[in-house]
């Protein structure tokens, strides 16, 4: 089992939609979670970090988490086709400082 | 105010080579990662390092991988007699250390011949 999964997707949205991105995760001493936006050809670019339960908001952008559930989801309102990109969901555990990635969710947003 | 940079952007190189890639991180930052991403998958970590030190270097593949970082700025990832799995993108990041957020550099695509 991954650590960090998520549907690669193509998830296919209208422009204007919202676009519902989601992540699961294995280890239940996870302390925070980042979302990160990677055009092809480009290096992961940070969009959102959020440690608390509950909703984090962020201008069209709203990360949400559920420890209990150990689940963590991006929403983005009003897609633009600009956001057309791969969404990697990362997570930080207790046991070191370093990342675990998702494999990214292919986001299309047509016009 | 400047990000990650990555040196070289494009290295192409025959098996059994050695390979040097090298990651300048944001200025004041004291933690440095480095990550590999192959076609189609998230990054993998290899290295972190807080200042000088290697904190963890649990995800380095082998023993033909190595990294330094001699005066807690610039770090240099070391590949040993490559081999064509080595081929990937590699990512150095760093961060400020209050809320582990990561910054990427563009990557160092390697391409083992």
């Known amino acids: 089992q991954k650590e960090v999964e998520q549907n690669s997707g193509p998830l296919s949205v209208p422009e204007g939609a919202i676009a519902s991105l989601n992540c699961t995760y294995s280890?239940?001493?996870?302390?925070?979670f980042f979302w990160y936006r990677q055009y092809s050809g480009k290096s992961p670019e940070l969009i959102m970090f959020?440690?608390?339960?509950g909703d984090k908001e962020d201008g069209r952008f709203t990360a949400q988490l559920n420890k209990a559930s150990q689940y963590v989801s991006l929403l983005i309102r009003d897609s633009q086709p600009s956001d057309s990109a791969t969404y990697l969901c990362?997570?930080?555990?207790?046991?070191?400082?370093?990342?675990?990635f998702g494999g990214g969710t292919r986001l299309m947003v047509k016009p | 105010g400047a990000g990650v940079s990555q040196t070289p952007s494009n290295k192409v190189t025959e098996k059994g080579k050695y390979v040097e890639l090298r990651c300048d991180p944001i200025?004041?930052?004291?933690?440095l990662y480095w990550y590999r991403q192959s076609l189609g998958q998230g990054p993998e970590f290899l290295i972190y390092?807080?200042?000088?030190?290697?904190?963890?270097d649990s995800g380095l593949p082998n023993d033909r991988f190595f990294a330094v970082r001699p005066e807690g700025s610039v770090s240099t990832l070391k590949i040993q007699r490559t081999e064509r799995g080595d081929s990937a993108v590699y990512l150095c990041?760093?961060?400020?250390?209050?809320?582990?957020?990561?910054?990427f550099g563009p990557g160092t695509r390697l391409t083992v011949l």
């Open positions: 200025s004041g930052h004291t933690a």
């Open positions: 990041a760093s961060s400020a250390g209050t809320n582990n957020e990561q910054f």
């Open positions: 390092f807080q200042g000088t030190g290697a904190a963890d």
């Open positions: 990362a997570v930080n555990s207790n046991a070191g400082n370093m990342l675990t």
């Open positions: 959020i440690y608390s339960n």
């Open positions: 280890d239940r001493g996870s302390q925070s």
